[in-house]
């Protein structure tokens, strides 16, 4: 899938599901369920055990879904990522050597980030976009005021998203928002309540819907 391609859809789809867990049991049934409530643009995390191995497999089982990976903190992570399937690369914090090797193969890349001078450092560098990381502390505002000078500059705010304030984060710029613990519950990925994680994947898409 060309790059263009890979950003449309994630603009278009406006959330990505983040999913960050103590192991990797379930996950191709977790990126099912969000698929079911309307979501499949996924982010597999490095701090999940075993995420590359899963990332192949689901990758390769599901291949109409757009698999990323995130917390990725250096270029050698990133081209594993790539190679394993990754459509998209996120780091959480300013990483060059990412940016540089994302930008050779063609992938798109989220760039942590947080003050005013990271996200431009982040945008010069090549990001498509600057992961505004934690966002839920000055929250959608933080956003907008950071709009104001940089309106060309993509920003994806991520930490804290929820299915109530992602609408906020929208129509104060953002391209596109990611969210974790508010979407793929710790609990209801444990107990593999799928139809919890349906659920409220459901409720990101009315909220997304609601602004059209
Ligand atoms: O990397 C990002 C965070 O883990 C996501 O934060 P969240 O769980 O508050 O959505």
Avoid at 96 to 104: A, E, G, S
């Amino acid at each position: 899938m060309k790059k263009e391609s890979v950003l449309s859809k994630l603009r278009a789809e406006k959330v990505v599901a983040l999913i960050r867990a103590e192991n990797s049991d379930g996950l191709l049934d977790c990126a099912k369920a969000l698929a079911e409530g309307g979501l499949t643009s996924i982010e597999l995390t490095m701090t999940t055990p075993g995420a590359i191995r899963m990332l192949e497999k689901a990758s390769a089982e599901l291949p109409d879904f757009l698999f990323g990976l995130g917390t990725v903190l250096d270029a050698e992570t990133a081209r594993a990522g790539i190679l394993a399937g990754a459509r998209f690369i996120v780091t959480p914090a300013l990483r060059p050597d990412v940016i540089t090797l994302c930008r050779r193969y063609s992938v798109p890349v989220f760039c942590g980030a947080f003050t005013p001078t990271e996200i431009v450092n982040a945008w010069e560098a090549g990001a498509d976009a600057a992961k505004v990381f934690p966002a839920e502390f000055f929250g959608p505002a933080y956003i907008k005021s950071i709009k104001g000078p940089l309106p060309h500059i993509e920003i994806v705010p991520t930490g804290g998203v929820t299915a109530t304030n992602v609408g906020d984060f929208l129509k104060a710029g953002a391209m596109a928002t990611a969210a974790g613990s508010s979407l793929v519950e710790a609990a209801a990925l444990k107990s593999r309540d799928w139809a919890a994680i349906t659920a409220k994947a459901r409720a990101f898409c009315e909220a997304v819907s609601a602004l059209k």
